[in-house]
């Protein structure tokens, strides 16, 4: 089914601790309460996650997001009433045909899946995979309308707690070849993804 293509997500942290994960250091984070903010061509968008649902997935997006990985990808499948979808980093570069978008990921990294109760209502964040269920990688997608076909499918990690009207204009983007491609007619960026602290509620 079309839309089962990988989906990716990504984010970009505060300076020091992009600077120390590039350097290969173990960064102590507080993934539970990891705020990402993804600073888009149409207006921000942020995210909170579910750690207790899907750690795994929750480390590896916030651990990309720290190191940059996601600077400068696009949103290279959208489709209205549906879900947008990111974090392929081949789409930093000129479409190479014999590895279109959509086909990239972080390198071999491939996440044991988390399905869990979480079901993907509008706003929430999972992550894309291939017919594999342990191949999700860095691509994620946001759901913009209630999609409970996907539960259980995908791993849900997160939901967008502000910006969702952001994530419908990238959706209803007009774009070329609907149906298959799905890709916006004008590239749509994450240029950048900002990591934060939640207020702890005590």
Not at 75 to 81: A, D, K, L, Q, T
């Amino acid at each position: 089914m079309k839309k089962t293509a990988l989906v990716g997500l990504m984010l970009v942290c505060t300076l020091p601790l992009a600077a120390q994960a590039r350097k290969g250091k173990k960064v102590a984070r507080d993934y539970a309460n990891t705020l990402a903010t993804l600073q888009t061509d149409m207006g921000d968008i942020t995210i909170k996650f579910f750690y207790d649902k899907a750690p795994k997935h929750v480390e590896n997006f916030v651990d990309l997001a720290a190191s940059g990985f996601y600077d400068g990808t696009i949103f290279h499948r959208v489709i209205p009433g549906f879900m947008i979808q990111g974090g392929d980093p081949l789409t930093k570069k000129p479409e190479d045909p014999a590895h279109p978008y959509g086909t990239g990921g972080n390198g071999e990294t491939r996440l044991k899946a988390e399905f869990n109760d979480v079901s993907h209502k509008r706003g929430i964040v999972s992550m894309a995979r291939s017919a594999d269920p342990n191949s999700a990688s860095s691509q994620f997608f946001i759901v913009v309308k209630d999609s409970p076909f996907l539960d259980q499918q995908y791993s849900a990690f997160g939901e967008v707690v502000a910006g969702l009207d952001v994530a419908d204009k990238i959706a209803n983007a007009p774009r070329h070849d609907p149906g298959r491609l799905d890709r916006p007619n004008q590239a749509i960026h994450i240029k950048k993804i900002l990591l934060s602290q939640a207020q702890s509620s005590s």
